[in-house]
């Protein structure tokens, strides 16, 4: 907590350039629908899972994300209406995952989301997801908010806190979600068994609460690590009979190593009567696009 407090100066200047950014920044309108899913913090908080629960109620979506940790720059179509175009490398374990689990779907990762919105009219889509667009002020869009039930004890900015914008940044967004009210995640597990659990996503600990019985080993890695070989043949030696276990982010990175392994499944259900209500402010945001108005 000290250190926090030593670091509150950098935290009031954080604050103030985000504003000047939102207050300065000149918006770009395109004529095609944008939304974003975005939150306030860093780590994660649903935005990947919401995101490809929002495809399934759109014909022909695109979402466009940075793609943190590919080894690649630029604009990349990772995916056109599930035909996938790269590997995920190239892609970022996130857009890799987004491909695959929204097959009707295009998928690009551009460091510049002006560019994507203009590459995903031309793909043929109709509505363009921003994955972690809260930000991106430049762009005309509707925002989604996600927001976690409990707030956090520590409400300061980068780098004493959590927080990418200031809290009041939250009356900017159109739609406030909150987890465990408007939606809630739900996990899949495999059955018991011995497992290793081998991860690379923002604050592992999370993953606690829903692991199955037989996980005696944990290994850490950083946010979208890239495992290699070598680390994962290191990890099953010592560990010989125990399967590993992982999230789907980190399994579309072990996919490419040859690697088997059981994945914890992830999904979002979307409360109806938010579902209803998100739907209304939609459609009266953007008339042209049909939602298929399929809560889960």
Do not use: W
Not at 17 to 26: E, V
Not at 54 to 74: A, H, I, M, N, T
Not at 141 to 153: V, W
């Amino acid at each position: 907590m000290l250190f926090a407090i030593l670091l509150l100066p950098l935290s009031f200047l954080y604050c103030i350039i985000g504003i000047f950014k939102k207050l300065l920044t000149r918006v770009h309108s395109f004529d095609i629908a944008v939304i974003s899913v975005g939150n306030l913090t860093v780590g994660g908080s649903g935005k990947t899972p919401f995101s490809i629960e929002l495809c399934k109620q759109f014909e022909k979506p695109c979402v466009v994300l940075r793609g943190y940790g590919r080894d690649s720059k630029g604009l990349i179509v990772v995916s056109k209406f599930g035909e996938l175009r790269c590997d995920v490398g190239q892609s970022g374990d996130e857009a890799m995952l987004i491909a695959k689990k929204a097959p009707n779907a295009c998928v690009i990762v551009s460091e510049s989301r002006k560019k994507a919105v203009v590459v995903a009219k031309k793909l043929g889509c109709d509505v363009v997801l921003l994955d972690d667009g809260f930000g991106k002020f430049e762009l005309e869009k509707f925002d989604i908010l996600l927001k976690p039930q409990l707030p956090f004890k520590n409400i300061f900015c980068l780098p004493s806190g959590p927080f990418r914008f200031p809290l009041f940044f939250e009356k900017f967004a159109d739609v406030v979600a909150v987890e465990g009210v408007d939606f809630k995640r739900v996990v899949n597990l495999p059955q018991d068994g011995e497992y290793i659990l081998v991860t690379a996503i923002a604050n592992p600990k999370r993953l606690d609460a829903f692991l199955p019985r037989g996980v005696e080993h944990k290994y850490y890695f950083a946010d979208h690590h890239y495992f290699t070989k070598k680390e994962i043949d290191e990890i099953v030696s010592k560990h010989q009979g125990a399967t590993i276990l992982c999230t789907e982010k980190d399994g579309v990175k072990l996919e490419a190593l040859g690697v088997q392994y059981m994945a914890i499944g992830l999904s979002l259900e979307i409360e109806k009567s938010f579902f209803a209500f998100l739907s209304a402010k939609l459609k009266d945001r953007f008339p042209a696009i049909a939602l298929k108005n399929q809560a889960s």
